[in-house]
């Protein structure tokens, strides 16, 4: 699609809905400082002439999503105007980039996967973008799809890893933090608010930018199953593959999932060969009740009820309290059938609830008519995130607009 993206910009700004809200209430958390032990490992570094930028893998201590010791791997992405030991050339702060969802094993970032996070090269910001348990490091495992728990805490992670090792290597920045994502990156960057929110207050996120997230997976559940559709079948599988595995639930293939999928999910989903277009193709079907179980399909099946019990801790519409001061901006798609909007809708009024400042908009654009509406959402939420970026650090656009198409 040949669009600028300032075009783009300027045609979902007269489209979209924005509200802001000031009020306040009372913060109650437990203090919990970051080590200052440098534990992670470098395992590649790599400077791109081109591009006017370095990428450095490296692994890191974190947990899996049961909460046990487990090594992880993220990427740091810095772009030539930031240089270690001089103090003109110093970092505005981080970006903290909490991916989408992926399927195979070469898109998570270690892996190579990097291009979003490389638009952040220029501006002054050092980018960190965690792989996530099931990927890089731990790509023999099963992704944690959309257990936000357990990927706001790689990410978090990931973030303090990296700065320790930055400035073992002389870099200084800062006080920035911005904490973006689209998709399952959304759900985690909101997931990365509530965990920061109760155990790491001492950290102040500057901006949180999030767009067409699953943050209340059961609501998520229930707007597919009223529709028997959704725009990305692969998603609404994993999501119950990982639940099902890592809370130990017991609950047998055969009880979820029909054929042709039954037979074919160990190489579709699961073998991290396959992208999310080929493994939708290969599943053939948007209609929920085409692979799904009848027992799944019914909110009211002992099952479903049993799924739903271990969806709702992750539910980051409820359960905790937001500090007052978070700026966030939330973006969604009315028209999205992959993460139906009343995800957003719940989100924007649970933080409204707690007196959180909270933007909103929600776009009715097809920017590009050939692709569904969540991927239609990721360009608003581009823009403004860029627009965040610039207004919050004062400075004007680092990326020629004109040149970057879709």
């Not at 998709?183 to 929110?197: D, I």
């Not at 019914?298 to 519409?317: A, R």
């Not at 403004?384 to 004007?396: D, F, P, R, W």
Request: hydrophobic share 35%.
């Amino acid at each position: 699609m040949k669009k600028s993206l300032l075009w783009m910009l300027a045609a979902i700004l007269t489209c979209g809905t924005m509200e802001t809200t000031f009020t306040s209430c009372s913060e109650d958390s437990n203090i919990e400082t970051p080590k200052k032990t440098i534990e992670a490992t470098i395992t590649s570094k790599v400077h791109n002439d081109e591009k006017k930028l370095t990428i450095i893998n490296f692994n890191y201590p974190s947990t899996d999503p049961n909460g046990k010791a487990a090594t992880l791997s993220a990427s740091i992405i810095i772009g030539d105007e930031v240089q270690p030991g001089d103090p003109e050339k110093k970092a505005k702060g981080f970006m903290l980039y909490n991916h989408f969802t992926v399927y195979e094993a070469s898109q998570c970032p270690t892996r190579g996967d990097t291009k979003i996070p490389e638009m952040v090269a220029g501006s002054g910001l050092i980018t960190v973008a965690a792989d996530y348990y099931g990927f890089g490091a731990t790509e023999d495992k099963p992704q944690a799809y959309c257990m936000s728990k357990s990927n706001a805490q790689a990410s978090v992670d990931a973030l303090f890893q990296a700065q320790e090792l930055l400035e073992e290597m002389g870099y200084t920045w800062g006080d920035a933090l911005f904490n973006i994502g689209y998709s399952e990156g959304g759900q985690t960057a909101m997931a990365v608010v509530r965990l920061l929110t109760e155990k790491y207050p001492n950290v102040k996120l500057t901006y949180t930018i999030a767009g067409g997230g699953p943050y209340d997976i059961n609501e998520t559940y229930r707007q597919m199953l009223s529709s028997d559709q959704t725009g990305m079948p692969s998603t609404v599988i994993s999501t119950v593959l990982a639940y099902n595995y890592f809370h130990n639930m017991g609950i047998s293939r055969e009880m979820m999932f029909k054929e042709p999928l039954l037979s074919n999910i160990d190489d579709w989903v699961l073998s991290k060969k396959y992208t999310r277009e080929q493994i939708d193709e290969k599943i053939g079907t948007q209609v929920i009740q085409e692979f799904m179980s009848d027992e799944l399909r019914n909110l009211d099946s002992p099952t479903s009820k049993l799924l739903m019990k271990e969806f709702e801790q992750d539910n980051l519409c409820s359960g905790w309290t937001p500090r007052t001061d978070e700026k966030i901006f939330l973006v969604h798609h009315n028209k999205d059938i992959t993460v139906p909007v009343e995800n957003t809708k719940n989100m924007e009024k649970f933080l409204k609830d707690n007196g959180v400042k909270v933007e909103t908009m929600y776009v009715d654009l097809m920017m590009d008519p050939t692709q569904p509406a969540h991927e239609n959402g990721a360009f608003p939420f581009a823009m403004m995130s860029l627009a965040k970026v610039c207004s919050e650090l004062k400075i004007n656009s680092w990326i020629d607009l004109s040149k970057i198409k879709f």
